[in-house]
């Protein structure tokens, strides 16, 4: 099967974005900082109200509920901020190149502007399909990114996959 496509910076952003959702360190990063924030604030609120600066320590109490109701949209918010910078800043020569990618019963072979590549099956680690991507990810780290509006059929994509003994990762509840 072979799959001619091009990648915008829209899917580049849905790849990491994707990756660090599913990443345990970072996971681990944001429910460590939206508790040290919280606790951070409350810790002001309250020392602040028991040195008769009720005002500041109101504010203080308010800022502490606000980051622990929150702190997830602001994280999500920056790191879609910073992923988006950084893919402009290093791939954006990338951005609507044509590029290529064949399987067979053995091999993936990727083509585009740059290079050609080659990569047994059994090195495949994982093929995630959210609802505008399919991602296949390589036991090396490598990552192929296939935007779904490019495909002629879907359907002939997992069947494919299917017949060479792979499993499609469901992540179609994902959102960015």
């Known amino acids: 099967m072979k799959i001619n496509y091009k990648i915008e ?4 952003l849905a790849f990491q974005l994707f990756t660090a959702s ?13 508790f040290f924030y919280s606790v951070l604030f409350g810790m002001a ?13 109101i504010y203080f109490g308010i800022l502490a509920i606000t980051m622990a109701l929150f702190y997830p949209h602001f994280f999500r918010w920056r790191y879609k901020k910073q992923y988006a ?18 399987i067979t019963k053995d091999f993936i072979y990727s083509k585009d502007k740059v290079a050609d590549g080659k990569v047994k099956l059994s ?24 935007p779904k509006r490019e495909f002629e059929s879907v359907e002939l994509f997992k069947e494919t996959i299917h017949n060479l ?5 469901d992540a179609s509840d994902y959102k960015l």
């Open 123 to 146: 090195q495949i680690e994982s093929i995630h399909e959210t609802e505008l991507h399919f991602f296949i990810k390589m036991s090396s780290g490598m990552s192929f990114i296939l």
């Open 9 to 12: 910076a829209a899917d580049f």
């Open 165 to 169: 003994g792979l499993k499609i990762i």
């Open 85 to 102: 910078n950084f893919i402009e800043r290093n791939y954006s020569k990338r951005f609507g190149e044509p590029a290529q990618l064949e």
């Open 22 to 34: 599913t990443d345990d360190i970072i996971q681990k990063r944001k429910r460590k900082s939206r």
């Open 45 to 57: 609120s309250v020392f602040c109200i028991v040195n008769d600066t009720l005002f500041v320590g």
